[in-house]
């Protein structure tokens, strides 16, 4: 079966810092893998996918995101945090034959500090 | 372009009634997949719909049923309410069957409480 662990409930960074976010995976064949993000009071958003091909993928909003199969680990990062980053993230991973059925982590709260 | 749209918004039932929630895919989109997602928690897969039927299932009871219409909109039925049914419910659309690209495209969800 297949599982997303994200580690750290709430994560809290000042304005301009690091923002790394968490993400290690159990599958049972190499899975796509996704980060998604929500705002209070809205649905999900995609941020990256890892499918196949390049392992380090880049999305939107300056995040981006590398596949390590050794580690099962897809951590999402971000150079310099922004006030409007504040927000809920989701790891998700999908079966590559299983279109619609994604399994998410738990989420990861994230704050930024001015 | 609409994006994907759910009705209603916000709503409240007692233990034991029924509730259906309704859900429009993105233009092009012809496969919808609905989610619940508890307070704190991470959305969880009830079942995806294609053609009109059922083609996945996730670890929901038989309580939770659907349907999907011929222009592609679905519904969420939800029978013999209980307060654990308490949640935000999303739906997703995606391209046909899922695609190989896996993107789903959410709505803002609609809001149950169950008292």
């Known amino acids: 079966a297949q599982s997303v662990t994200q580690l750290g409930s709430h994560v809290s960074v000042s304005e301009g810092a690091l923002v790394l976010l968490r993400c290690n995976y159990s599958?049972?064949?190499?899975?796509?893998l996704f980060w998604y993000v929500q705002y209070p009071n809205q649905g999900l958003q995609l941020l990256l996918k890892?499918?196949?091909?390049?392992?380090l993928v880049k999305g939107i909003n300056g995040f981006e995101a590398e596949f390590k199969k050794s580690e099962t680990s897809f951590h999402l990062t971000k150079p310099s945090a922004h006030m409007s980053d504040a927000a809920e993230y989701f790891c998700?991973?999908?079966?590559?034959?299983?279109?619609?059925?994604?399994?998410f982590g738990q989420g990861t709260e994230l704050s930024v500090k001015p | 372009d609409a994006g994907v749209t759910q009705s209603p918004t916000h709503l409240i039932k007692t233990r034991g009634q029924q509730v259906t929630l309704r859900c429009s895919p993105k233009?092009?989109?012809?496969?919808v997949s609905w989610y619940q997602q508890a307070l704190g928690q991470g959305p969880q897969f009830i079942f995806q719909?294609?053609?009109?039927?059922?083609?996945q299932r996730g670890n929901f009871p038989d309580r939770f049923s659907g349907h999907q219409f011929p222009n592609y909109s679905s519904e969420l039925n939800v029978n013999a309410l209980l307060l654990g049914d308490s949640a935000l419910y999303l739906c997703?659309?995606?391209?046909?069957?899922?695609?190989?690209?896996?993107?789903?495209?959410f709505g803002e969800g609609s809001r149950l409480t169950v008292l």
């Open positions: 719909y294609y053609e009109e039927e059922e083609r």
């Open positions: 890892y499918t196949t091909g390049a392992t």
């Open positions: 997703a659309s995606s391209e046909t069957g899922g695609a190989n690209t896996g993107e789903l495209f």
């Open positions: 233009s092009g989109h012809d496969t």
């Open positions: 599958s049972s064949v190499p899975p796509y």
């Open positions: 998700a991973v999908r079966k590559p034959n299983q279109g619609g059925k994604l399994i």
